[in-house]
């Protein structure tokens, strides 16, 4: 195993790659925030794993330095838990856009979230298909008229309530314009034993003019402040997760500290990677066939 | 004189006619005789028609007969159904005090108190079936010791009390048929020296050489006809830390196969037709992020869902060319089940050494039948996980480029954290470094790197298997698990004083063409025998070779070939 060298520093995921982001884009304010929380972690670069989809979000991963699976479009999950599951060393983030993560993948959000490997999965969700040039996701607001969708989007789903109801054992939500705050619950996220949501609102200045900055700063306020709320009790996050309009929380909605599935499989022990290949070993198995 | 004769047990779904039929198939492998086993079952779990045949010989066989010479009816409608396999000599054991059967053919009807001895000696009537295998035992003059012995085998997970009965109740009707049919038959099975032999399925086999080729991580969902291999490894994996995922989905499946495969573990999923459909997508991605990937995709009669429990060879085409943007990929099609254990052994050398997906196609024929095979020889077993870094080289790197650009087109693996080194990859087209370009000079550079590095895979090919008689009236070609029935075609022909040449196929991919245009450049009429109704693999052989067959012989019917039926169809084409 290799150990830490040393302090991380922010430079230590400097990329080399040029941005193909919008100016303005919210995604710079994750990319930000993501970076400090792995300094602050104290990860170095190769303990990280990132794997992406397809969207804007797909892109993350080569903006910083670490290792990378850039995936299929809503696949991300898959690739992150089996990585993880082999190497449990990894620091595995998997990092998707809202079409990815609820749209295209939204079987394996759903079984991932309730099959609870250790990971983080982050969501950029900035309400509108960027990559594809502005169509209706499934978190589109109501009546948000696109060109595929002229009479308004149709529906619109509250993943953080899927995310409830599927006893994902840590939900939380962060604003792109608020990097402490995100950063904050990106360590949370990544410490949490178990699979971790973040949902990050990420304003898209190109094609969503209805939900930017201004719309989301007017809305945000942050749960840990809420004196009342309990995270651990499941009926009140619920509501929480399907609480959206004038009022929107950000923060840590929801958490249940549950058993792993890579301890279920019995896989944490000495990373499967690292396992000799030896085909002598199973001549037990060839007696059975006597 | 020649022994091979073939029985069969039929009757209602969850009769135990599978469990049955591989005791007694076991018993007689270590009576010292060569076992083929076909299941014939329908896509329910209780009641319908199921049967299974146990063929057994002195010679090795790799195929089902078409006659049966001693059947065991556990209803009435198996005789009904089975009359017309039945050969001139044959038998049928039934319980006449249970089954309504009329009069006609008493002679080759033996009344066997099947449900009442059960009753009696065993203790529950549901022990009927293990009477009826006693009774053929004694009939056939094998040595009831070895059933014994392989039923205290099975039946210890249910305990002492199952176990016994089922002893007791055989030996009830070995007893019964010694005392009021012996001489009846002059089919004998009795006692040889047994080799060093195992019987196994087509996916036994296959799932144990995953495993002994170091496969470390398994995700599937569940369908026919490779479950088997998903909870062979599943059941045998854990005492070697080998994890089995069920996932929600085939799509999930595939791509946990690249995650763990693109972290550095060997890993292999298992489907039929209808989930190989969502794991194409994930087959593209290995393509271009030059993952190694086993799938192993067991064909069943299609289109759509077709019939989940039968046979067919109608993914070929699928298998070769399934997945967008055009690559190319190994296709194997063991031949048997002793060659399912070899060439997945080989199947995930290569993944590793082309850094490529690679797929077994099997079928559901060779899936679940039982076959003896030579003991494997664990030390033949050569694992080559091809160009990779070592923790020593990794250390000394600055840049790990993942998609190196070398002269072979391959380039040296690493996995995430084995040093600092960082690993990357992406389904974009990338550069060396694995970061998302659009130039067209890198673009073109990587496709022809990726394609550089498969131009090696035709020299790690063993070619088919080519019999050639210098005065064969025909030459008959097949691929993957159609091969016990084209050789026996062959032999069956020969005694009848025909010659035929056998060209068949256990590579599909990298195509062998040189090797089958030298082999039919001159030889007589091409016949192409394939379990289809589209003549894939004749397709296939035009298209890379310019040879045209002369005709295909074709089955889809959901049932496998057999030799007769090979025989038959090729003496009214040449007649």
């Known amino acids: 195993m290799v150990t830490a060298s040393g302090k991380v520093k922010i430079e230590d995921y400097a990329a080399t790659s040029a941005v193909a ?229 950000i923060g840590l909605i929801y958490k249940h500290d549950r058993p792993l599935y890579e301890d279920y499989l019995g896989v944490t022990k000495d990373p499967l990677v690292r396992q000799k290949i030896d085909p002598l070993q199973f001549e037990p198995l060839l007696d059975e066939f006597k | 004189m020649a022994v091979d004769l073939s029985f069969m047990i039929g009757g209602e779904a969850g009769q135990g006619i599978q469990s049955m039929s591989f005791v007694f198939g076991k018993t007689l492998m270590r009576g010292g005789y060569e076992i083929y086993i076909s299941q014939d079952f329908e896509s329910r ?110 039946f210890r997970r249910y305990g002492d009390k199952t176990t016994e009965g089922n002893v007791s109740a055989a030996r009830a009707g070995y007893d019964h048929a010694k005392q009021h049919y012996a001489g009846k038959t002059s089919h004998r099975l009795t006692p040889r020296t047994p080799g060093q032999k195992l019987l196994m399925t087509g996916h036994e086999a296959l799932a144990l050489a995953a495993m002994v080729a170091g496969c470390k991580f398994v995700a599937g969902y569940p369908m026919t006809p490779t479950t088997s291999i998903l909870e062979y490894i599943a059941e045998k994996g854990r005492q070697f830390n080998i994890p089995v995922v069920q996932t929600e989905d085939e799509i999930s499946a595939a791509n946990m196969v690249v995650g763990a495969a693109y972290a550095g573990a060997r890993a292999m999923t298992a489907t039929s037709g209808g989930g190989f459909c969502l794991m194409v997508e994930a087959l593209s991605l290995a393509a271009m992020t030059e993952t190694p990937m086993v799938v192993v995709l067991g064909q069943r009669p299609g289109p759509a869902i077709g019939l989940p429990t039968r046979t067919e060879q109608s993914d070929l085409e699928f298998a070769l060319y399934g997945g967008h943007g055009g690559f190319q990929r190994p296709v194997l099609a063991p031949r048997g089940v002793a060659d399912a254990f070899w060439l997945t052994v080989r199947a995930f050398d290569l993944a590793e050494k082309y850094q490529t997906p690679v797929i077994i196609i099997t079928d559901h024929d060779l899936a679940d039948c039982y076959n003896t095979v030579e003991r494997f020889d664990l030390k033949q077993v050569k694992i080559d996980r091809g160009l990779t870094i070592s923790d020593e080289e990794g250390a000394r790197l600055t840049t790990y480029k993942r998609h190196q650009i070398t002269e072979s087109g391959i380039s040296p693996r690493a996995f995430p954290m084995q040093t600092r080194s960082l690993v990357m990859t992406d389904s974009d087209e990338h550069d060396e470094e694995g970061h998302i370009i659009e130039d067209a000079e890198t673009r073109t550079r990587m496709v022809l790197k990726r394609q550089r590095k498969l131009d090696g895979l035709k020299d790690d090919m063993d070619g088919p298997k080519i019999t050639l008689k210098p005065d064969a009236e025909f030459t008959m070609v097949g ?82 070939f057999t030799p007769a039926y090979i025989v038959n169809a090729l003496k009214k084409e040449v007649s």
Not at chain 1, 70 to 85: D, V, W
Not at chain 2, 512 to 523: E, F, I, K, Q, T
Request: aromatic share 6%.
């Open chain 1, 21 to 249: 982001w919008c100016t303005g884009c919210g995604n710079f304010g994750i990319l930000r925030a993501m970076k400090k929380a792995l300094v602050e972690l104290q990860l170095e670069p190769h303990q990280v794993l990132m794997v992406s989809g397809i969207g804007q979000a797909g892109k993350f991963p080569h903006y910083l330095r670490c290792n990378v699976l850039n995936e299929l479009h809503g696949r991300p999950i898959p690739a992150a838990t089996a990585a993880k599951l082999v190497n449990p060393e990894l620091t595995v983030i998997a990092v998707s856009g809202d079409g990815d993560a609820y749209g295209e993948g939204g079987n394996h959000f759903v079984h991932a979230m309730n099959r609870n490997v250790d990971m983080t999965y982050m969501v950029h969700n900035n309400q509108v298909y960027a990559l594809t040039r502005g169509q209706a996701c499934p978190t589109t607001d109501l009546g948000f008229a696109t060109k595929m969708n002229p009479n308004g989007a149709w529906v619109s789903l509250r993943p953080l309530a899927l995310a409830v109801a599927s006893d994902c054992s840590f939900v939380a939500r962060g604003f792109a314009g608020d990097g402490e705050h995100l950063a904050k619950l990106i360590q949370m996220a990544i410490r949490h034993r178990g699979f971790a949501l973040v949902e990050v609102l990420q304003p898209c200045p190109t094609f969503n003019r209805r939900n930017t900055f201004q719309w989301y700063s007017q809305r945000v306020y942050k749960l840990d402040e809420a004196k009342d709320y309990d995270p651990e009790d499941r009926t009140a996050a619920f509501n929480k997760a399907l609480e959206w309009g004038d009022q929107i929380a």
């Open chain 2, 45 to 154: 779990i209780r009641g319908g028609h199921s049967s299974a045949s146990v063929r057994s010989a002195d010679k090795r066989i790799q195929a089902v007969s078409d006659k049966t010479d001693i059947l065991i009816a556990l209803d009435t409608e198996t005789i009904d159904i089975h009359k017309k396999d039945m050969d001139s000599a044959g038998l049928t054991i039934c319980d006449r005090e249970r089954l309504k059967i009329g009069s006609s053919n008493h002679d080759n009807i033996l009344d066997i108190p099947m449900e009442r001895l059960a009753v009696e000696k065993g203790g529950d009537r549901v022990m009927s079936n293990t009477v009826a295998i006693g009774a053929l035992v004694g009939l056939i003059e094998c040595d009831f010791d070895l059933l014994a012995a392989v039923l205290r085998e099975e």
């Open chain 2, 479 to 560: 691929w993957g698990s159609t091969y016990g029935a084209i050789r026996e075609a062959a032999e069956l022909l020969e005694a009848d004083g025909v010659r035929a040449n056998v060209l068949h196929l256990n590579e599909l991919w990298p195509f062998p063409a040189d090797a089958v245009m030298r082999a039919l450049s001159n030889a007589p009429k091409v016949f192409v025998i394939e379990s289809n109704a589209t003549g894939q693999l004749a397709r296939l052989m035009r298209a890379e070779t310019g040879i045209k067959a002369h005709k295909s012989i074709l089955k889809f019917d959901g049932r496998p």
